[in-house]
């Protein structure tokens, strides 16, 4: 399931999930199938790979047709083929990409896929880390037939104004062939209709119109009633419908007023997770019902957001996020890449396509109140300065309506708090040293307010520690469940009571798998990040009843 409603009436759209062929680098002369969606390792012979595999697909073409192929996610270098011509290439496992493939025939035809989830000079975002780079079609896949000129997106902006709500509404529509071609685009939102009677769409290009109105009898979308609203877009040439395009919409507005993060005009407090996309026995490739089971348990514990460590999610969670009013900090790919990671040649251009994409896809949700780029990354470095600042101007770009931040653990020598919206740092008061959670944050903020970042809204955006699921000590010594609830209490106690914090976010939501090569080991037990609040198969440690206790009040 790629979404939690109908993408298309009219435009043929098939989802390619179920079994697909599957040749490795590792067994060359042994022909598998695996599931798609499904990361690799979840065959015995794929344990712990790290290397290249082929999938492959027969598909039949039951018309002349252009065809446009929809990858959600692939792990994480993808290089694709219709017939034996490439037709894309994609890096990055966590953000959608398509194929087009003009002029197709009716009949059989086959899609393959060359798949890469090793790490080199190549990934520069990918690397050996505190969470696992898995391998395969790990997202959906689908297949649609489109005409010359169809709709490729749309894009909508909720706008509070005067007490009054507006929309601004941009379609576009691709045309790939090398003529203009004129087309009737109707938009229906609410109780209104969009009506651009000759919309030109240039040749080889994709062409955006705008619309921006009122709309009257508005129910604003908010955590407590996440009301959604239908957006269906259609193109007709000489007055037959020829595509079509749905998607859902909220409106709400956010902001930063003072040191506060404003919702619909009033002051909210985050009380989120950090989430990686892990699960004991399908790696990051989380079925529709597992995603539900996390955000119902976050939900118990009484949880109004994540924070989508580190890269961006699958657009079937954020469609929940949607649904259940859960707010939602989603950031671009990255994860404690130092000065010399982010010189990696290719670091700018993947950091970039990755916002680009995670934009332009993920735009229209409601439940996406911020924007996060580079947990952890060289803030405290005049080049890494320089490419904190780049991305803040690329996504500001894109999108002026949601605040930006960033995690920072560079304490006391960031040099980037002039850049973002949000002050957002790691602590991990009680853990990693012997710090106290007040007297460290007091010291910490009273730095802040010397710099860029004085006087803005303060995330904690990751603080806890970790507990192997089981081990109880009433010594409440580190590893056990006694120890990580009281770090827990004790953050929760001062950040949730002090005014100078707008919100935060609890490493981890679940324990989640690591990368087996380099130091890691040294500091993960059983090759997991031990600090999530439920383990690997989503059983609550004690510290889940601490953080009800609190979130709850
Ligand atoms: C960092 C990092 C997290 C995780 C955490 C930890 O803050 O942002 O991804 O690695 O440390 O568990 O130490």
Redesign the pocket.
Known sequence: MIRLFERHNVRVYRELDGMWSFVSEKYPSKCYTLPVPSAWEQHPDFLTYRGKGIYTKKVNVKENTNIRLVFKGVSHTADVAFDGVRVAHHYNAYTPFTAIVRNVNSGAHTISVDVDNTFSEASALHIPN??YTYGGLTRPVAMEYVPDVYIENIHFTPILRDGKWYGKTEIKLTNLGDKPETVSLCATLADERILIPKAKAEPNTTTTFTDEREYENITVWSCENPKLYTLTATISQNGVVTDDLIDRVGFRKIEIIGKDIVLNGERFFIKGY?RHEDYATVGCAIPLQLMVKDLELMIESGANSVRT??YPNDELFLDLCDEKGIVVWEENHA??LYLPDMQNPNFERQCKDCIDEMIEYHYNHPSIIIWGIL??CASETEEGREMYKKQYEQIRSLDTSRPLTS?S?RYYKDICLDLPDIVSF?I?SGW?DTNKVDTEFEKQYAWIQTTGGAGKPMIIS?F?G?AIYGFREPTHVKWSEERQAQIIDESLEYYMNTPDVCGVYI??FADCRVTDESWWYQQRARTR?N?GIVDEYRRPKLAFETVKKHFKK
């Open positions: 505190d969470y950090n460590c580190h994860r404690g947990n952890e995690a653990c790691n991990y990693y990751e806890g970790a490493w981890q990040n600090k």
